[in-house]
Structures are given as structure tokens and as C-alpha cells.
């Protein structure tokens, strides 16, 4: 596609809910980041895809987030039992080569409140 | 660990002013450092990419520069316009596997 696309746009979860984030990188980019922006604040890593190897996951807050990209592409950051300290805007970037040294694009991000 | 900052947190001016905001990381040993902008509710834009061996990077009014051995970028903008009002972000690769954010300049252009 021509940019990063991540779906949806906004969330709202009630506490304890299970959500699905979703992110399409750019077509044919190797790498896929996650990050956690709060309010106010920049972005926080979350965890790194190099094709469908999850390198770095070391950013992820508790063992109830969990990333996947299973065949290389599409990602799918999924967070269990959500919290209100949830609440944050998570942005997916996707580059062309393997680690970073290459231009990132991020996409518009979604926009998750816990209530 | 590396940590990045920016100075100032906000910067208001009137148009067509020059204005310079400021990037500093802990360690100098990155690949790269990345300008984004970013409007509100929206997700980031990359503005520059700084590669580690270059020193500055130009782009229609926007002029970045790096100077890694003393762990500082600018980012250089000439004759601001109220469209140019957004957050601006730095991001540092730390020839890891990840970019570390400054908590980004608040930037709002007066018409």
C-alpha cells in the first residue's frame, strides 16, 4: 500500500476487555516497530519484527501484551485484560531494511481508551 | 541507556519568524537521527534523516543538522508559517533495534 495503515482508528474498551490492534506496513518493508505514546509525551518502544521474527520485544509493559506477525506483513499487537494505564496511542512504523539506519513510516496510530 | 531530550517543551511565535529547536541524546554511538512532525491526533510524519556519517540534511525551508560527538541535533526552520504549528519529534537509532523519542517541542505559529 502506499503508506502504513493501522485499523482501527479509535478504540474504546471497557476494563478487563481483550483488544486487537492491527497494522499493514508498507508493502515489501522487512521491518515493523510498535510503539505506545501517552499523552503529551513521545513515543515508547515496543517491540521490533524483522519479517515474521519478533527480535525485541523487551519494551512490551507486562506479559498481557503480545505481537505477532505471522507471515511477514501484517501485525497484530493484541493487549489482555486491559487496563486504564492502557490508555495510550499506539503507533506501528514499518522501514525497508533489517534493524533501523533506514527512514521509519509510521502510521496514524490507534487511539485506545480503557474505561 | 539512551535518553533523549528537547528544549523547549513549547515554542510560540509569530509568523515568518526563523526559529531552531534542540535535540540532545546520552550516547553518541547511533546510526542515524530521525526529525518527525507530528499534528494533533494524527500519527508521525518524517520530516529528516540524518545518517551518522552526514552533518546536515535540507528539505525546502527545514535544515537539520548533527553533531554526534557532542550528542545534539537542531532542527533549523526558516520563514515559520501558522501550517507549520505541530509537535516536533526526535528519534534516535541506536544501532539497536528500535528508535528512541525526545518528548518532543510544541510548536504553534501566530498568524
Known amino acids: 500500500g502506499a503508506g502504513v495503515s493501522q485499523s482501527p482508528r479509535y478504540k474504546v474498551a471497557k476494563r478487563g476487555q481483550d483488544v486487537a490492534l492491527r497494522c499493514d506496513p508498507i508493502?515489501?518493508?522487512?521491518?515493523l516497530f510498535w510503539y505506545q505514546q501517552a499523552l503529551g509525551q513521545g513515543p515508547e518502544f515496543l517491540t521490533y519484527f524483522q519479517n515474521e521474527a519478533q527480535l525485541d520485544k523487551s519494551g512490551l509493559p507486562s506479559d498481557r501484551f503480545f505481537a505477532e506477525r505471522p507471515e511477514g506483513s501484517v501485525s497484530t499487537l493484541k493487549i489482555q485484560r486491559t487496563q486504564q494505564e492502557d490508555s495510550a496511542v499506539y503507533l506501528c512504523?514499518?522501514?525497508?531494511?533489517?534493524?533501523?539506519?533506514?527512514?521509519?513510516?509510521f502510521g496514524q496510530g490507534t487511539r485506545l481508551t480503557v474505561v | 541507556k539512551q535518553e533523549v531530550t528537547q528544549i523547549p517543551a513549547a515554542l510560540s511565535v509569530p509568523e515568518g519568524e526563523n526559529l531552531v529547536l534542540n535535540c540532545s541524546f546520552t550516547d553518541s554511538a547511533i546510526y542515524n537521527l530521525q526529525w518527525f512532525r507530528q499534528d494533533p491526533g494524527k500519527g508521525l510524519t518524517s520530516l529528516l534523516l540524518?545518517?551518522?556519517?552526514?552533518r546536515e540534511q535540507t528539505s525546502g525551508r527545514l535544515n537539520a543538522s548533527l553533531d554526534k560527538s557532542s550528542g545534539r541535533s537542531t532542527l533549523y526552520i526558516a520563514a515559520s508559517q501558522p501550517g507549520d504549528s505541530a509537535t516536533y519529534l526526535c528519534a534516535v537509532d541506536n544501532y539497536g533495534q528500535n528508535f528512541v523519542f525526545g518528548p518532543g517541542t510544541r510548536l504553534s505559529v501566530l498568524p
Open positions: 512504523a514499518s522501514s525497508s531494511r533489517t534493524g533501523t539506519g533506514t527512514e521509519a513510516f
Open positions: 540524518i545518517q551518522s556519517s552526514q
Open positions: 508493502s515489501g518493508h522487512v521491518s
